[in-house]
């Protein structure tokens, strides 16, 4: 399924974090000269020579540099790997932490200037970027099966028809406690686990970075996902306020700029409306609908949005004042939309939330559905709780990420490092959430005020339909209410795929995200 809408949004200005990591070297010892045996008089031992210890507070820049190639369109593209860390310092020289990240630069272009360059991380808070790196973008992807599901172990990868790099130079960033990413020793994490703290760490690594390599000139492109998103519409304004750097380009896959469209709290219905269509989706996909709208999927979503911008939202706004009468209508459609039964979701008050649903939906058939992706399912210890024990979208790529990175890393791209590569931690946590304390982080005034003041950004959004952590109609919702002027509204276009919130993993889909954003970035490139 695929559909391109155009839209428009607004953006809130604030810092953010830098992605920092500290690693060691481990040192040896060689060992003394030999002496022959029988001999009147031994050749004297050279003396040690140690290997000078890096002190871990005074980390220094590491790089490893590889060469390689890659056929994409038919086309052969020779590009250099580096995978190395920057130290982070104050402008006083002190070292505040190291960020590790891998860039591709293509060898065959010889004017930087015209050649985009696009940086990308992944979300959490406290994921790595391996996701978009080996998933989608990169010049090699991880092997899964056909439709995203786990493959058998070992885990491998292989050439990327569908990477980026053919049209934009790549690079990937680890916030600071992911990846390699650490700060020094001695220095407090929390400098960097925060909203604002996240996008001027980050915001400050882009800058060092396109100064060090000379790319001020070249077209700039920032690619995020899931919360991802969140920070690459924080730095759409921190990097204009702070460094004067205007973007081309903005893709948002798996968007949530809006944290109150997710958040299932009492008195907060708005997640409930939103979830609806995608609820929908993965009942049609579970063929637990009714006959005439298990046919069509197209014809399902669309009854379904209707219903959840219409007559839901009307009723749930409405509270206890509602009808008993109204009430028990309201609990058959949700029914019917959903494949739950009508008195389970009258007895969850008309407001059934995501987790319930994971549970719920296959609970006859001892199995639960996947948040991050709908279509997988999971077998729980029991068939009693309200909840999953586990998501199994999340554990069926978990491990062949995990595995891909880690040899890929070392075997191909020739990085050492024995720290442990944080694929997704929960290191960062509590995250400080700032002026959001207390409210709900909402960034999408951000970007707006960037698109307005730079009104040739553009930006693409990437939705899965079956992805239950940021739903495709909760985007759709935000970007409605960014109150954008219409000229601005032209620079945004959305699209719909088949797959979750990892879409890229359905071979289909990443297929056709990869010309969209080609096309996009095409767009974007006067």
């Not at 591709?104 to 004017?111: I, L």
């Not at 969140?230 to 759409?236: I, Q, Y």
């Not at 559905?369 to 309200?386: E, L, N, P, Q, W």
Request: glycine share 8%; with cysteine.
């Amino acid at each position: 399924m695929h559909a391109d809408r155009s839209i428009a949004f607004p953006k809130p200005r604030f810092p953010g974090v830098s992605l920092l990591l500290a690693w060691t070297l481990l040192g040896f010892t060689p060992c003394g000269a030999p002496t022959r045996a029988g001999a009147e008089e031994a050749t004297p031992a050279k003396p040690e020579k140690k290997e000078e210890k890096k002190d871990p507070k005074d980390p220094k820049d590491e790089s490893s540099v590889t060469q390689h190639s890659i056929t994409l369109e038919g086309v052969q593209v020779g590009y250099t790997a580096t995978a190395g860390t920057l130290v982070m310092k104050e402008e006083d020289g002190k070292p505040r932490a190291t960020f590790f990240y891998i860039a591709y630069t293509r060898t065959n272009k010889v004017d930087p200037a015209g050649r985009p360059i696009t940086f990308s991380f992944n979300g959490g808070p406290g994921s790595s970027s391996v996701w978009l790196h080996l998933g989608l973008l990169g010049p090699r992807r991880v092997v899964l099966n056909e439709d995203g599901t786990l493959p058998p172990p070992p885990f491998r990868t292989t050439e990327n028809e569908a990477s980026l790099l053919d049209e934009t130079d790549l690079v990937f960033i680890d916030p600071v406690s992911t990846g390699y990413s650490r700060p020094v020793p001695g220095e407090d994490p929390k400098r960097f686990h925060g909203v604002d703290e996240d996008i001027r760490s980050v915001g400050e690594f882009i800058r060092l970075y396109i100064t060090r390599a000379k790319r001020w000139a070249s077209p700039k492109f920032l690619i995020g996902e899931s919360y991802g998103t969140t920070r690459a519409a924080g730095l759409s304004g921190h990097l204009e306020d702070r460094y004067g750097v205007y973007l081309n380009g903005i893709m948002l896959v798996s968007s949530v700029l809006d944290f109150q469209t997710l958040s299932f709290t009492p008195g907060n219905d708005i997640p409930h409306v939103l979830y609806l269509p995608t609820m929908t989706a993965t009942a049609w996909y579970h063929k637990k609908l009714a006959p005439d709208l298990q046919g069509d999927l197209r014809k399902a979503l669309a009854e379904s949005e209707r219903y959840a911008a219409g007559d839901y939202a009307a009723a749930l706004l409405q509270g206890n004042r509602l009808p008993a009468a109204d009430a028990d209508r309201v609990a058959k459609a949700v029914a019917r939309l959903t494949g739950l039964g009508a008195d389970y979701v009258m007895r969850a008050n008309l407001r059934v939330t995501d987790r319930q649903f994971f549970k719920e939906l296959l609970r006859a058939e001892g199995k639960s559905v996947g948040r991050f992706d709908s279509r997988m399912t999971g077998i729980d210890r029991d068939g009693v709780g309200d909840t999953p024990d586990y998501d199994p979208s999340y554990t069926g790529v978990l491990g062949p990420f995990t595995a891909a990175f880690n040899d890929y890393v070392r075997r191909e791209l020739s990085f050492e490092s024995d720290l442990p590569y944080e694929v997704l931690t929960g290191n960062v946590h509590p995250w400080n959430f700032g002026d959001y304390r207390n409210r709900y982080v909402y960034v999408a005034e951000t970007l707006r005020a960037a698109m307005t003041h730079n009104p040739y950004l553009k930006v693409f959004v990437a939705n899965g339909v079956y992805d239950l952590a940021t739903p495709y109609f909760a985007t759709r919702y935000t970007f409605d209410h960014f109150g954008f002027d219409p000229k601005v509204r032209q620079n945004v276009t959305l699209a719909d795929y088949e797959g979750g919130h990892m879409m890229y993993t359905v071979k289909p889909s990443l297929l056709a995200l990869k010309k969209d954003l080609a096309r996009f970035i095409h767009s974007a490139i006067p």
